[in-house]
Antibody, heavy 118, light 110 residues
Framework: QVQLVESGGGLVKPGGSLRLSCAASGFTFSDLYMTWIRQAPGKGLEWVSKISGSGDTIYYADSVKGRFTISRDNAKNSLYLQMNSLRVEDTAVYYC???????????WGRGTLVTVSS | QTALTQPPSASGSPGQSVAISCTGTSSDVGGYNYVSWYQQHPGKAPKLMIYEVNKRPSGVPDRFSGSKSGNTASLTVSGLQAEDEADYYCSSHAGTTNVVFGGGTKLTVL
């Protein structure tokens, strides 16, 4: 069955960096767009970034553009999110998800918590 | 990007039907047939319930249905069951903004 497992979250100081990973299994990874979505504690969902199956088409939310970089390694069935210049407001659970349909994500991983605090 | 507008809460008794609205603009909900709905139980990852306005992924009960009129989309849950109690989020394609979410609706089964 389809499985997505995020890792790499943790506590980081404002201005710091973190790299999230998402290991995918159970489907042909290179066929699909992959997406990162985040959820601040007690808050709603916020779309962050997505990348095409080949990796040549990428989109970012305005709130992370210029600071975050999405990438993928199809040989390793892995998705990444490099997060630089982190801010307190980036604190959230970060979910990776595959996009089997247009602009719809299914399933989602269990998420990894990123806490930005001094 | 401005979030879509959802009511903060909704409720219904077991067996009843409840509808949750999701209001956007002509630049998102009204402009594309790419509205999705997600269910999230406490401490769990969101689960896709509806995509492309009214399509159900495999395994989602047909008690869940979606519709759209103008700039407002709706999720209807018929025959409410206790396990339907959860937070529900809508999302829509929004052109260059790509995807925008609603603020979420907490559904309570009385």
């Amino acid at each position: 069955q389809v499985q997505l497992v995020e890792s790499g979250g943790g506590l980081v100081k404002p201005g710091g960096s973190l790299r999230l990973s998402c290991a995918a299994s159970g489907f042909t990874f290179s066929d699909l767009y992959m997406t990162w979505i985040r959820q601040a504690p007690g808050k709603g969902l916020e779309w962050v970034s997505k990348i095409s199956g080949s990796g040549d088409t990428i989109y970012y939310a305005d709130s992370v553009k210029g600071r975050f970089t999405i990438s993928r390694d199809n040989a390793k069935n892995s998705l990444y999110l490099q997060m630089n210049s982190l801010r307190v407001e980036d604190t959230a659970v970060y979910y990776c998800a595959r996009d089997p349909y247009h602009y719809a994500s299914d399933p989602w991983g269990r998420g990894t918590l990123v806490t930005v605090s001094s | 990007q401005t979030a879509l507008t959802q009511p903060p809460s909704a409720s219904g008794s077991p067996g009843q039907s409840v509808a949750i609205s999701c209001t956007g603009t002509s630049s998102d909900v009204g402009g594309y047939n790419y509205v999705s709905w997600y269910q999230q139980h406490p401490g769990k990852a969101p689960k896709l319930m509806i995509y492309e306005v009214n399509k159900r992924p495999s395994g989602v009960p047909d008690r869940f249905s979606g519709s759209k009129s103008g700039n407002t989309a709706s999720l209807t849950v018929s025959g409410l069951q206790a396990e339907d109690e959860a937070d529900y989020y809508c999302s829509s394609h929004a052109g260059t903004t790509n995807v925008v979410f609603g603020g979420g609706t907490k559904l309570t089964v009385l």
